[in-house]
């Protein structure tokens, strides 16, 4: 299975869980007895945070904030096909309400609606470093490692969607961020793909976990301090970040096998907001036993930044490496 195949179905799980919210508004949930005394164990899942053992001079690290918009909270309208073509006898007419409150219209104008958060991403330049690589046959191998110090930091107060009455009754939806409402921890799920754009053949390079490597890295960047890979940063949740307390979490992204040849690269971050969208297949049928929402393909909200190293295959050299390329933007926000 897939990183791509992995991102779409956490996606459409949480279309599923807004489907449910949009056609049963007046659904309940209520917590457990056992969910009520798991309560003080969840404060385990929150992660410690593991400042540097050193300070950093000014401009050493570039943060980029969260951006999102009223426009990510919700969706246009849309038909849910699985049930307008699985269900039969949806044609009806009702003697005691309107037309629109059937299951047949709302499932033809469907909006689905989301709360979305966005976590704050900051980062040092781009590096390498050679370490030695374990190899099946259990030699050490030397290789050339590029990696990417960061941090992630949730400033809390996420962007609402909150449902408002007009002078009519009528609800409408308004997005808002609520001060004073408490900010639950979240869960930091990274996916790091570093994409060569002017090698012979694109290529795509998702990070790779090294722990040889790790430790190196962090006596050189941090002092020593713990780094978190990205599988360890995606076990906690971050606690929100306060003007008294830096909850901040720093972890270390590595990739190997880069071709030297690549002189312009992007990095593409997934997992800094729950932001999503997605295009439907306007011609596609549902077809019995078929995977709800098949045709619908799903694209995440990323974080693209882009670099640059007037170099060649000879000598790799750190001191290459500029954020940024010529005649283009730093950093996007793009959906992919």
Do not use: C
């Not at 799980?13 to 969840?42: C, G, I, Q, R």
Request: no cysteine; net charge negative.
């Amino acid at each position: 299975m897939t990183a791509g195949t992995l991102r779409n179905l956490f996606l459409l799980s949480l279309t599923l869980f807004s489907t449910v919210s949009v056609l049963f508004p007046t659904a309940t949930w209520a917590a457990s007895p056992e969910d009520s005394k798991n309560a003080a164990n969840d404060a385990i899942r929150l992660a410690q945070a593991n400042p540097p053992n050193r300070m950093f001079v000014e401009g050493v690290l570039t943060t980029i904030k969260p951006k999102i918009s009223a426009e990510d909270t919700f969706s246009k309208p849309e038909q849910y096909k699985d049930i307008l073509q699985e269900i039969p006898n949806l044609d009806w007419q009702p003697n005691f309400l309107s037309d629109t409150r059937t299951l047949k219209a709302m499932a033809s104008q469907v909006i689905f609606r989301r709360d979305i958060w966005g976590l704050e991403f900051s980062f040092k330049p781009v590096r390498m470093v050679e370490v030695g690589i374990p190899q099946p046959s259990g030699k050490l191998q030397k290789k050339l490692i590029w990696y990417m110090v960061y941090k992630v930091t949730n400033y809390g107060n996420p962007l609402r969607h909150v449902p408002v009455k007009d002078e009519y009754g009528n609800v409408k939806y308004e997005a808002k961020r609520l001060e004073g409402l408490p900010s639950p921890g979240i869960r930091f799920f990274p996916r790091f793909v570093l994409e060569a754009k002017d090698t012979k053949v694109k290529k795509e390079y998702l990070d790779r976990i090294l722990p040889a490597a790790i430790e190196k890295i962090a006596e050189r960047e941090t002092g020593g301090s713990k780094l978190y890979n990205t599988v360890e940063i995606s076990r906690f949740d971050i606690p929100v970040t306060t003007e008294d307390q830096d909850n901040s979490i720093w972890g270390v992204v590595t990739w190997e096998d880069i071709d030297p040849e690549t002189d312009f690269f992007s990095i593409y971050i997934d997992g800094l907001t729950n932001a999503f969208r997605w295009k439907d297949d306007k011609d596609a049928s549902v077809q019995p036993g078929s995977t709800p929402l098949s045709y619908r393909q799903y694209e995440q909200k990323t974080l693209k930044l882009n670099f640059w190293r007037p170099g060649d295959h000879r000598d790799e050299n750190e001191a290459e490496i500029r954020y940024g390329i010529p005649g283009e933007v730093e950093y996007e926000w793009i959906f992919r």
